[in-house]
């Protein structure tokens, strides 16, 4: 029952060529969860493409480059859904198979949503499983080829916010340590991220940390303001008609990152709006070219 369920999953991540490596994100109880019977659905959406919510149980999902092409890097991805569900393909699968072009081994984050039936602090949920990735990336890195020096972390909307709050809060583990490996992703790749949870900038707080948000915790997970110096390198995308993510978020975090001398890139397309993938009709540029020109650069200068 197990395998097959693991053959629909792979299914589903859009990777009908060849089966992928699912793997279970715990071995065991996830700290500060509460028991729950899996609930997890997919659905398709307007696309065709799968929808996932209700995880419960998260999962890391492989794609590996050919070994000949394999530069070490890695990319951790965290697919966006409004904090609703994840949208597994084009923003997971497609620019997992992308970067293996490019040599990078990718790995699909299938996260926990916030939720208050299955976790014992929604906050940190998304985020603690984010961390996981992290660390189960570096504890595999001979078995998957991978410099654990070079693990970067990407995500889109909602899971934006998910891989900035792993580059603004990994000195607090909300995850049983293990080989005292470190949970700072190397850099980071936002794509119409949401960043902030201040009511100026975005209407996600609710979603994010419950119905009645304290200030003192909108402050503290606004990634935003928790910029420092250590911050991870990042590159951000969005477009400026963007009508679900308001385009701040995206200026605001960059300004942020200048303002600590840290070093990051932003594009802007004129149009685009939300949830465009690797590809923005809008225009004839592509972002994942920039990406891969920025991704060069900074993994040569980081060696």
Not at 100 to 114: S, T
Not at 123 to 141: H, K, M, S, W, Y
Not at 160 to 188: C, N, W
Request: glycine share 8%; aromatic share 10%; net charge positive.
């Amino acid at each position: 029952m197990k395998k097959t369920l693991l053959f629909l999953l792979c299914f589903q991540l859009g990777n009908l060529s060849s089966a992928q490596t699912v793997v279970p994100l715990y071995n065991g109880v996830i700290p500060y969860s509460k028991p729950i019977v899996n609930r997890e659905r997919s659905i398709p959406g307007a696309d065709g493409h799968p929808r996932i919510s209700k995880v419960s149980e998260p999962t890391l999902t492989v794609f590996l480059p050919p070994k000949e092409k394999a530069t070490g890097a890695a990319m951790i991805i965290c697919p966006g859904g409004g904090f609703a569900h994840l949208t597994v393909v084009s923003e997971g699968s497609d620019i997992a198979k992308l970067l293996n072009e490019w040599g990078v081994a990718a790995f699909v984050l299938k996260y926990r949503l916030p939720d208050d039936s299955i976790m014992q602090q929604r906050e940190i949920g998304p985020l603690q499983d984010a961390q996981r990735a992290i660390q189960l990336v570096r504890l595999n890195a001979k078995k998957w080829n991978i410099d654990p020096k070079k693990v970067g972390i990407m995500g889109f909307s909602a899971g934006g916010y998910v891989a900035a709050a792993s580059g603004t809060h990994y000195k607090q583990s909300f995850i049983d340590p293990e080989k005292k490996i470190s949970l700072r992703p190397d850099f980071m790749v936002l794509a119409y991220p949401v960043i902030s949870l201040t009511d100026s900038l975005s209407k996600f707080a609710r979603s994010v940390l419950g119905p009645n948000p304290a200030p003192d915790k909108v402050i503290l997970y606004s990634n935003e303001l928790q910029v420092n110096k250590d911050t991870p390198p990042t590159f951000l995308v969005q477009a400026k008609d963007d009508r679900a993510v308001d385009v701040r978020n995206s200026i605001y975090f960059y300004n942020a990152l200048q303002k600590n001398g840290v070093r990051s890139e932003i594009h802007l397309y004129e149009k685009g709006g939300h949830g465009f993938g690797i590809n923005n009709k809008m225009s004839q540029d592509k972002w994942t070219d920039w990406l891969k020109v920025w991704m060069k650069d900074y993994l040569q200068a980081s060696r």
